[in-house]
């Protein structure tokens, strides 16, 4: 769905709710990582691009003495209208229920002016809990609409909109997400992918506009919830794995060192790791490498670090084949050392890659369900969505490019 479209729906609920026009406007994308998964918040490499998909907030300042915040979004927790005492020092907002407007008030309560009451509307075309950063999409959003309603004193530059974006969600969504989402939501290019260096914050442009080559996203329709404990838990193994490595963080650990750390011995077939704790440094850390399951955690992301930087300059080159077997490899890194995959997400990307035409498929996003993401030769496209939904009949598929980031709707005077 086109951002006109969805502004246009963002603006005929606010007229039917508020019974008057909305006179500001922002809008920003969700995102659809082609590798690069689970790296971000350990000083990794990402490589998304943004979607043609949106979130659009539009209002107005309001003489109420609230914030009055609606979503269009059917699958938010209730209730869709919320009122809201403004911001302050002296009466700081909170995170609750309902758990959509959490993200809205982190955003309020980390802009760099004070915001005065307002009216506004919410509606968007990303799906929510499907792996394509929804609700990046909704902080950048609303704090481009807020750009807009409530100037700031000195222009905000793009990273500065970004980390503020990030640290809403940490603090209000307590979702201890990385950086790219809110990076790519606000810097997305169209025809582009974008190569973010999550250490230095350093980007890198590459070209994705091969008329001959398209991406295809399947929504598995399972949902995720990534607010819970499964992703609190992957972080924090990362974590200790590169405190017992005696690193900052697993960015800084190559496979050789991870590989010296352990021996491998087979009895009946099984393959039973034995940590030589003779190879970890001596910081009182040695027993908390606990098993092989933060071994395998660490595992993927270290790999998967070196597949990311491997893939844009392969893209670059147009080399889709080999692009296409970093994306296999991630995928079967993610589901089987990192255990973010699902039974749902494993059969669209099988049944992607049973089509001849099919470069590479993989899971996209945090994890637990939502879409994978397939790069196609454009002719076969429409056989390979045929073959996934004869296999995987909840699926809905829809072919993207690259868009634009976030940015500010003109209205014209009513």
């Given at each position: 769905?086109?951002?006109?479209?969805?502004?246009?729906?963002?603006?005929?609920?606010?007229?039917?709710?508020?019974?008057?026009?909305?006179?500001?406007?922002?809008?920003?994308?969700?995102?659809?990582?082609?590798?690069?998964?689970?790296?971000?918040?350990?000083?990794?490499?990402?490589?998304?691009?943004?979607?043609?998909?949106?979130?659009?907030?539009?209002?107005?300042?309001?003489?109420?003495?609230?914030?009055?915040?609606?979503?269009?979004?059917?699958?938010?927790?209730?209730?869709?209208?919320?009122?809201?005492?403004?911001?302050?020092?002296?009466?700081?907002?909170?995170?609750?229920?309902?758990?959509?407007?959490?993200?809205?008030?982190?955003?309020?309560?980390?802009?760099?002016?004070?915001?005065?009451?307002?009216?506004?509307?919410?509606?968007?075309?990303?799906?929510?809990?499907?792996?394509?950063?929804?609700?990046?999409?909704?902080?950048?959003?609303?704090?481009?609409?807020?750009?807009?309603?409530?100037?700031?004193?000195?222009?905000?530059?793009?990273?500065?909109?970004?980390?503020?974006?990030?640290?809403?969600?940490?603090?209000?969504?307590n979702m201890p997400c990385g950086i790219m989402d809110q990076f790519i939501s606000v810097m997305g290019?169209?025809?582009?992918?974008?190569?973010?260096?999550?250490?230095?914050?350093?980007?890198?442009?590459?070209?994705?506009?091969?008329?001959?080559?398209?991406?295809?996203?399947?929504?598995?329709?399972?949902?995720?919830?990534?607010?819970?404990?499964?992703?609190?838990?992957?972080?924090?193994?990362?974590?200790?794995?590169?405190?017992?490595?005696?690193?900052?963080?697993?960015?800084?650990?190559?496979?050789?060192?991870?590989?010296?750390?352990?021996?491998?011995?087979?009895?009946?077939?099984?393959?039973?790791?034995?940590?030589?704790?003779?190879?970890?440094?001596?910081?009182?850390?040695?027993?908390?490498?606990?098993?092989?399951?933060?071994?395998?955690?660490?595992?993927?992301?270290?790999?998967?670090?070196?597949?990311?930087?491997?893939?844009?300059?392969?893209?670059?080159?147009?080399?889709?084949?080999?692009?296409?077997?970093?994306?296999?490899?991630?995928?079967?890194?993610?589901?089987?050392?990192?255990?973010?995959?699902?039974?749902?997400?494993?059969?669209?990307?099988?049944?992607?890659?049973?089509?001849?035409?099919?470069?590479?498929?993989?899971?996209?996003?945090?994890?637990?369900?939502?879409?994978?993401?397939?790069?196609?030769?454009?002719?076969?496209?429409?056989?390979?969505?045929?073959?996934?939904?004869?296999?995987?009949?909840?699926?809905?598929?829809?072919?993207?490019?690259?868009?634009?980031?976030?940015?500010?709707?003109?209205?014209?005077?009513?």
């Amino acid at each position: 769905m086109t951002a006109d479209i969805v502004f246009e729906r963002a603006c005929k609920v606010f007229d039917n709710r508020y019974q008057q026009k909305p006179n500001v406007a922002g809008c920003a994308p969700g995102r659809v990582n082609l590798i690069g998964e689970h790296t971000d918040y350990n000083d990794g490499f990402v490589f998304p691009m943004a979607l043609q998909d949106v979130t659009v907030v539009v209002g107005r300042l309001s003489e109420n003495n609230v914030y009055r915040i609606t979503t269009t979004a059917e699958r938010a927790d209730l209730p869709h209208n919320i009122e809201i005492l403004p911001h302050s020092p002296e009466q700081s907002l909170q995170p609750g229920k309902p758990s959509w407007a959490n993200y809205v008030k982190g955003v309020i309560a980390n802009y760099p002016s004070v915001v005065p009451p307002f009216d506004a509307v919410i509606a968007s075309s990303v799906p929510l809990g499907g792996g394509l950063s929804s609700s990046a999409s909704v902080e950048v959003a609303f704090f481009t609409f807020l750009q807009q309603l409530v100037p700031t004193p000195n222009p905000i530059d793009d990273k500065a909109k970004a980390l503020a974006c990030q640290k809403a969600e940490h603090q209000f969504a307590n979702m201890p997400c990385g950086i790219m989402d809110q990076f790519i939501s606000v810097m997305g290019k169209k025809n582009k992918a974008l190569l973010i260096d999550c250490r230095s914050l350093e980007t890198r442009l590459v070209a994705m506009n091969d008329p001959n080559v398209v991406v295809l996203i399947t929504n598995t329709n399972v949902h995720h919830e990534l607010t819970g404990s499964e992703y609190p838990s992957r972080r924090r193994q990362c974590e200790e794995s590169a405190k017992v490595l005696g690193k900052k963080s697993l960015r800084d650990v190559t496979m050789e060192e991870l590989e010296g750390m352990i021996t491998r011995s087979f009895s009946n077939s099984v393959c039973t790791f034995i940590y030589q704790l003779s190879e970890l440094p001596n910081n009182g850390a040695r027993s908390k490498f606990k098993n092989e399951e933060t071994y395998r955690r660490a595992r993927h992301v270290v790999s998967e670090i070196t597949r990311c930087e491997k893939a844009a300059t392969v893209l670059e080159n147009n080399d889709y084949e080999t692009f296409g077997k970093l994306m296999v490899q991630s995928h079967e890194s993610l589901r089987d050392d990192f255990e973010v995959s699902c039974s749902e997400l494993d059969s669209v990307v099988r049944l992607a890659m049973e089509v001849d035409g099919v470069f590479g498929s993989r899971m996209t996003g945090g994890g637990f369900g939502g879409c994978s993401v397939s790069l196609v030769k454009k002719e076969v496209v429409d056989r390979v969505i045929k073959h996934i939904k004869a296999g995987y009949s909840k699926a809905t598929c829809f072919t993207t490019i690259a868009g634009d980031g976030a940015k500010p709707i003109v209205i014209p005077d009513q």
